[in-house]
């Protein structure tokens, strides 16, 4: 049987799109709980912590935890449900959740129980060491995804995303801005945000913006996604 396509016409219609932005190219990035993160990628992660902790890790920064499955190192979630579960064994009133952005560098994967290098990536060049979503792992009972950075100096707080009322938020979020605006990074990380992709411009540099052909809506070139009104 032989088909002829020569004839065959198709009419497409296109009223928007949606990308997946993997952090290799832009800051901040929330990946999806089973996507690989690049190396050398910036992410959104989160972190649980107690409130007496959470002062100390805005003035100080992070430590090394000394021990955990995956050894030594800060130990982050991209799954915010994960963050909102620590501390262990302690009351939702004593628990606050940081949004953070970390530098992961080169990242190891361990999908395993005993896997030869589930404590000592570190050692064999890797910054970060990544634990897929319901990889099988009896260490992670939640089967929800979990990051270890090695060098602290690669995690930093950008805000509070969960905290067990508006006063220790309120508290927690005044440290916050004083500690970074001492740092020098509270301005640098706030100013030039493109309204449009919500992301930081490079240096003060305008995005390009253009118009929708079909809604007229105004766009930034860098927009992850963009659906016309009216069209889901």
């Not at 999908?111 to 990536?121: I, K, L």
């Not at 009972?141 to 950075?149: A, F, L, M, P």
């Amino acid at each position: 049987l032989a088909v002829s396509h020569s004839h065959i016409r198709m009419s497409v219609q296109f009223y928007g799109w949606e990308v997946v932005d993997d952090g290799a190219s832009y800051t901040g990035v929330l990946l999806e709980p089973s996507q690989r993160p690049q190396n050398r990628g910036v992410y959104t992660m989160y972190h649980g912590t107690s409130v007496a902790s959470a002062r100390l890790i805005i003035a100080n920064g992070f430590q090394q935890s000394q021990r955990g499955m995956l050894g030594k190192g800060v130990y982050v979630s991209r799954d915010k449900k994960k963050a909102q579960c620590y501390p262990l064994n302690s009351s939702s009133s004593n628990r606050v959740v940081f949004e953070l952005r970390v530098r992961v560098g080169r990242v190891k994967r361990i999908d395993m129980d005993n896997h030869p290098m589930q404590f000592t990536w570190h050692t064999h060049g890797y910054d970060t060491a990544w634990v897929p979503p319901k990889c099988g792992m009896m260490a992670v009972k939640s089967g929800k995804e979990e990051d270890c950075v090695f060098d602290p100096k690669r995690v930093t707080v950008v805000g509070i995303a969960d905290a067990p009322d508006t006063t220790i938020r309120t508290e927690l979020q005044e440290l916050l801005a004083k500690t970074s605006k001492k740092s020098g990074r509270g301005d640098g990380d706030s100013a030039d945000v493109c309204p449009l992709c919500k992301r930081k411009t490079q240096q003060g540099a305008q995005h390009i913006k253009q118009q929708c052909w079909k809604c007229g809506q105004n766009l930034c070139i860098l927009m992850s996604k963009h659906f016309c009104p009216g069209r889901p």
